[in-house]
């Protein structure tokens, strides 16, 4: 069974950085990218960014471009999160996801074009 575990979560203050990691266990898998989705309190889970392996391409939801980056390992379908310039309204829980077949980048951004997900990880960003 595929599984994606997320990693570094925490708390920190506005102004503040923090990186979280998201690495599979179980059963080996490729996969075509991976991406990454919060959600916060009362609100449905937001598309954050995506990061397509065979070109390296990266793309970033208005809200966090800019302030954040997805870099990883594609040979470990390992992903990281580097979130500089942290708000409050960034506080949620973060999700990492694997989709394993290809794709229009154009699909990336929407939940249903990800087989796997990880449980979240939570990121507190106090005023």
């Known amino acids: 069974q595929v599984q994606l575990v997320e990693s570094g979560g925490g708390l920190v203050q506005a102004g503040g950085s923090l990186s979280v990691s998201c690495a599979p266990s179980?059963?080996?898998?490729?996969?075509?990218?991976m991406g990454w989705f919060r959600q916060a309190p009362g609100k449905e889970r937001e598309f954050i960014g995506f990061?397509?392996?065979?070109?390296?391409?990266?793309y970033y939801a208005d809200s966090v471009k800019d302030r954040f980056t997805i870099s990883g390992d594609s040979a470990k379908n390992t992903i990281y999160l580097q979130m500089n310039s942290l708000k409050p309204e960034d506080t949620a829980v973060y999700y990492c996801a694997s989709r394993t077949s290809v794709s229009s980048s154009s699909h990336l951004h929407r939940e249903s074009a990800y087989n796997y997900w990880g449980q979240g990880t939570q990121v507190t960003v106090s005023s």
């Open positions: 179980g059963r080996t898998f490729s996969s075509y990218a």
């Open positions: 990061i397509r392996w065979i070109s390296g391409e990266t």
